[in-house]
């Protein structure tokens, strides 16, 4: 699944792939940060919120996040890239709740904490790629500061992300485990399973959703997005000119002229 295309170019196909005013990210690993790279903290505390802002055009890119850089990150999103071990109320807060950890406040998102402890069995450990994590658009760049890219991320309607999952399927025989739609906060979907820093979660598949309502008071309500492992996404990239988004662009995207 090695592709020869390079990162920019694996990002600009994608952007052809999705039709999607949103910029395509990617996820890197390494030692190094970029000399024009910002704080993730100083974009927003929640890691998924800063992705969003920044695929927008409305916070800088690169942004980085690394063991010195916490403090002002949600405590979550640093357990979910790796920084940190999972917090005690976890547990309790996920779903619900319990009145000793944070006077009783709860997501209600599983039915109870042994539930909670049952589902980060299958996701655990969750190990940073390198010093640094940092993100930026993939069409912009620097090779020099992004040798290890783990994943991609489009933003995208619903047809955008129909289209993506189907580019997925075209050149993979199994019908249904290419594409997921898995349990987690925002960030674990763009990054912690596409990027492969959950040992658990599969290598072979990408990720759609998020399915993170606690998330909705950003996330706009006819976006979604799909996390690509970087080999997944490149194998996508160099199948793009040959399938259905190429050769039946109407079909693709149709004009929809009699809708308002």
């Known amino acids: 699944m090695t592709s020869q295309l390079s990162v920019k170019e694996i990002g600009e196909r994608l952007a052809i792939a999705g039709r999607s005013s949103h910029k395509v990210l990617c996820i890197a690993g390494t030692d190094n940060v970029p000399p024009d790279a910002k704080s993730l903290a100083s974009v927003s505390?929640?890691?998924a919120q800063s992705m969003v802002m920044a695929a927008e055009g409305q916070a800088p890119l690169p942004i980085?996040?690394?063991s010195d850089s916490l403090e002002g990150v949600c405590p979550g999103g640093?357990?979910?890239l790796g920084?940190?071990?999972v917090p005690e109320y976890v547990r309790y807060f996920v779903s619900t709740g319990s009145e000793n950890v944070r006077g009783g406040a709860a997501e209600y998102l599983k039915s109870d904490p042994s539930m909670v402890d049952a589902t980060l069995e299958h996701i655990l450990p969750i190990t940073p790629p390198g010093k640094y994590l940092l993100i930026h658009?993939?069409?912009q760049i620097d090779q020099e500061f992004w040798p290890d890219v783990l994943s991609y991320l489009c933003f995208g309607s619903a047809e955008s992300i129909r289209n993506i999952c189907t580019l997925v399927h075209f050149s993979n025989p199994d019908p249904f485990s290419p594409a997921v739609i898995p349990f987690g906060p925002?960030?674990?979907t763009f990054i912690t399973y596409p990027?492969?820093?959950s040992e658990k979660a599969p290598k072979n598949s990408v990720f759609v959703g998020p399915v993170d309502p606690t998330g909705n008071h950003y996330f706009p309500p006819n976006l979604l997005a799909i996390g690509l492992p970087a080999p997944m996404a490149g194998k996508m990239a160099s199948d793009l000119d040959a399938s259905f988004i190429m050769k039946r662009p109407a079909v693709a995207y149709p004009e929809r002229k009699d809708i308002v």
Request: aromatic share 20%; charged share 20%.
């Open 45 to 47: 505390r929640c890691v």
């Open 186 to 188: 925002s960030c674990s």
């Open 78 to 80: 640093q357990f979910w």
């Open 83 to 85: 920084f940190t071990d």
């Open 137 to 139: 658009d993939a069409t």
């Open 195 to 197: 990027a492969g820093l």
């Open 64 to 66: 980085y996040i690394d």
